[in-house]
């Protein structure tokens, strides 16, 4: 998250850099890429806050789709057909 935050913030930075030689009057400074790093790294500790860490994903066991209720249902209705021919 750190890295994520630091590489956003100083593209925006080199971008606001980059574009005042076309007459862009915005102010480039090394506070806005530190304080928007850490700000970014505070939210993401405050939203890692609130999940429970003690909550794990359980596996799934299996997934039915409808295609396979489909299937289930025609063999079911297959087997009928044999019973009541017997």
Do not use: W
């Not at 080199?14 to 102010?27: D, E, H």
């Not at 405050?46 to 063999?75: M, N, W």
């Amino acid at each position: 998250m750190l890295l994520f935050a630091l590489l956003l913030s100083l593209g925006v930075e080199s971008i606001q850099f980059l574009l005042r030689f076309f007459g862009n009057p915005r102010a480039v400074d090394i506070d806005d890429i530190i304080l928007n790093t850490l700000g970014a790294c505070v939210g993401f500790a405050i939203y890692k806050s609130f999940i429970p860490s003690h909550v794990g994903r359980q596996p799934v066991e299996s997934v039915e789709t409808y295609s396979d209720r489909h299937e289930d249902v025609l063999a079911d209705s297959a087997d009928s057909e044999k019973l009541k021919g017997n």
